[in-house]
């Protein structure tokens, strides 16, 4: 199995902050991850696909990058309402297994 | 709209079975695959499988083979996950999410979640 890694596991910042979580697959999976969104009491949902491509109706503050076995989300300037569990998830073979979650919220 | 509606809370003893429902609309059931995801209390997202909607293909994380199964009835567009043998540990939410073949496209819709719980 594919095992996923993220860091950090929570991060406070402040409004307007740059914010970014890393991703770490255990073996290459090319682009083949996404990540979503969940919020408190909420189902996940889809933010990136395909590693970078934006999911419609996702805000254009957010993107991701990276390919093979290291990745990126990033928040380019934290709102309040981005507050929430990050997770990524591999889909280059299965079983489709996530990251432990990174919590942001705001300082 | 597309929409994921599954069924009510649940409320099991130990050794009892549950069986999720999670009816589909607003797109070609068929078409689509849908992933079982679990989390519990406090806990992180679990991938738990995946059924192809059309020919009923699975493919389950080793952690539940032989415990889950997972179908479909595409006369209803309704997919259902069963999970036998229930202990506390499988106190959960339990979500379904829809699957495009493509699967580097991720789960797009989101059922609500079904919360499941294992008490004696």
């Known amino acids: 199995d594919i095992q996923m890694t993220q860091s950090p596991s929570s991060v406070s910042a402040s409004v307007g902050d740059r914010v970014t979580v890393t991703c770490r697959a255990s073996?290459?999976?090319?682009?083949?991850l996404a990540w979503y969104q969940q919020k408190p009491g909420k189902a996940p949902r889809l933010l990136i696909y395909?590693?970078?491509s934006l999911q419609s109706g996702v805000p254009l503050r957010f993107s991701g990058s990276g390919s093979g076995t290291d990745f990126t989300l990033t928040i380019s300037s934290l709102q309040p309402e981005d507050v929430a569990t990050y997770y990524c998830q591999q889909a280059k073979s299965f079983p489709f297994t996530f990251g432990p979650g990174t919590k942001v919220d705001i300082k | 709209q597309v929409q994921l509606v599954q069924s009510g809370a649940e409320v099991k003893k130990p050794g009892a079975s549950v069986r999720v429902s999670c009816k589909a609309s607003?797109?070609?059931?068929?078409?689509?695959?849908v992933n079982w995801v679990r989390q519990a209390p406090g806990q992180g997202l679990e991938w738990m499988g995946w059924i192809n909607a059309y020919s009923g293909n699975t493919n389950y994380a080793q952690k539940f083979q032989g415990r889950v199964t997972m179908t479909t009835d595409t006369s209803t567009s309704t997919a259902y996950m069963e999970v036998r043998g229930l202990t506390s540990d499988d106190t959960a939410v339990y979500y379904c999410a829809r699957q495009g073949s493509n699967y580097i496209e991720g789960s797009d819709y989101w059922g609500q979640g079904t919360l499941v719980t294992v008490s004696s």
């Open positions: 073996q290459g999976i090319s682009n083949w």
């Open positions: 395909a590693a970078s």
């Open positions: 607003g797109y070609t059931f068929s078409r689509y695959g």
